[in-house]
């Protein structure tokens, strides 16, 4: 399954400028984990660090200038790093399965001089066969919407071979350069709506296979927007195959994996049930309307509680587990501080359920997590934690917990990471 090995967000809220493991020209940094956490302070930027890759997945869904305002965001001015004049940039570092070679997407989004937001940039990079230095071969090259794409899952062949960037657009002013560029290998593109990400047009096209693998690892992302209330909800009946970023459709789920996956459905909530303290038993009861309610028997009582009648933490454990166990897994999930509503206890379980699901030979989601709450964080390593904080000029800063020596030393003495950084071992020095 693709995962990301490494992440670069510029001008975004407090993230004027954080990297976040390996890119192209980052070859020494060390990739990733399956499993990642994020924990700092209030007011560090986590929030906005969760929302980063939530408007990288809108900018694809719905283009960038709703993406802007979409869950309060307030516009481009709103979130765009205070005082900076640049574009928005992301930069991610990602690989498919195996031994593929790693493709960089790098996009940046800005306002016009109509005050409307628009994609300026994007660009696919992927090094070509044996290469192991120089500059990645850019096999799409978008500016202001216009720009060339190259067919097929071949490198081709550079415009020209004696620059290490590719300057397309001084070679496509005129019909006749265009004759020079677009081939078998090519095509020049001119995107008819700026504000529309190039890959969400081009990657539906039979033609552009890795441009439609790299669109449809980030359609396959998953960002937990989960609330309980939603949860409690009595939704039609009617199977849906993954639970939503609400989980106002829980029940839908069950109905479809009690469908399709009968036997190992129960054997999912039995698991599920023995990991949730006070919880006998988990089964289900269908209503004459057809649909599928959650029976939670609680130790202690005759009768069982419906997911109406449950508390925040349960709905919340239950939900996380479920999505789990889910036969067809996002290759990204996106959690901001699970701990929410938790017993303190329960976490370092959840934790382990969540890197034991990320790090499984079956190939799990990689998991992406921020927490402030020291009783996960005792659960991991240091290279799994990534420390976020503000420095002086407002703006955040993140550093990785493993690049302490004095850190790692500890934990090789069974010094719990979470109990460290409780005791400010991890802050700042």
């Known amino acids: 399954m693709a995962h990301i090995e490494g992440i670069c967000i510029k001008n975004f809220r407090a993230l004027r400028n954080v990297t976040l493991g390996k890119l192209w020209n980052l070859q020494d940094a060390e990739p990733l984990t399956p499993m990642t956490a994020v924990i700092g302070k209030n007011g560090v930027g986590k929030s906005s660090l969760f929302d980063a890759f939530g408007f990288l997945a809108d900018c694809l869904r ?33 690989k498919e399965e195996g031994n593929a070679r790693p493709i960089t997407y790098e996009m940046a989004v800005n306002i016009d001089p109509n005050g409307r937001t628009y994609v300026q940039k994007e660009r696919l990079r992927q090094r070509r066969k044996d290469q192991r230095h120089g ?12 720009g060339v794409a190259w067919k097929g899952d071949q490198e081709g062949r550079s415009i ?35 504000r529309k990400l190039g890959i969400a047009t081009l990657g539906s096209l039979k033609q552009h296979p890795r441009i439609s693998a790299f669109r449809r690892f980030i359609e396959g992302w998953y960002l937990s927007y989960f609330t309980p209330d939603a949860a409690r909800s009595l939704p039609l009946a009617g199977p849906q195959k993954h639970l939503n970023i ?66 925040d933490g349960t709905l919340k454990v239950f ?29 370092e379980t959840l934790a382990t359920e969540f890197r034991e699901h990320a790090t499984g030979q079956k190939g799990g989601s ?10 996960f964080v005792n659960a991991l390593d240091p290279e799994e934690v990534w420390i976020l904080e503000k420095g002086d000029d407002g703006f955040s800063t993140v550093k990785r917990a493993s690049d302490d020596e004095l850190v790692n030393n500890m934990v090789k003495e069974e010094l719990p990471l979470g109990g460290l950084w409780y005791s400010d071992y991890l802050d700042a020095r």
């Open 62 to 94: 719905v283009g960038v200038e709703e993406a802007c305002d979409s869950r309060g965001r307030g516009g481009f001015e709103r979130i765009r790093s205070q005082g900076q004049k640049g574009p928005i940039e992301f930069v991610v570092y990602y």
């Open 135 to 146: 500059w990645p071969f850019s096999f799409l090259v978008l500016n202001d919407g216009k």
């Open 160 to 194: 020209d071979e004696n620059k290490n960037q590719i300057d397309i657009f001084e070679l496509i002013k005129s019909v006749e350069d265009k004759k020079k560029v677009e081939g078998r290998e090519t095509e020049i593109v001119e995107l008819e709506d700026r």
């Open 246 to 311: 609400h989980g106002d459709n829980l029940g839908n789920v069950v109905q479809f994996m009690e469908r399709e996956h009968p036997k190992k459905f129960k054997n999912i909530l039995d698991r599920i049930a023995s990991k949730i303290p006070g919880i006998k038993r988990i089964d289900t009861n269908k209503t004459a309307d057809g649909r599928l309610l959650l029976r939670f028997n609680d130790k202690g009582f005759k009768d069982p509680f419906y997911a109406q009648q449950m508390s």
């Open 319 to 347: 939900a996380y587990l479920l999505l789990l166990e889910d036969p067809t897994p996002p290759p990204f999930l996106c959690i901001e501080e699970p701990e929410n509503g938790l017993y303190h206890k329960l976490l």
């Open 366 to 375: 990689q998991i992406f997590i921020t927490t402030h709450q020291p009783y």
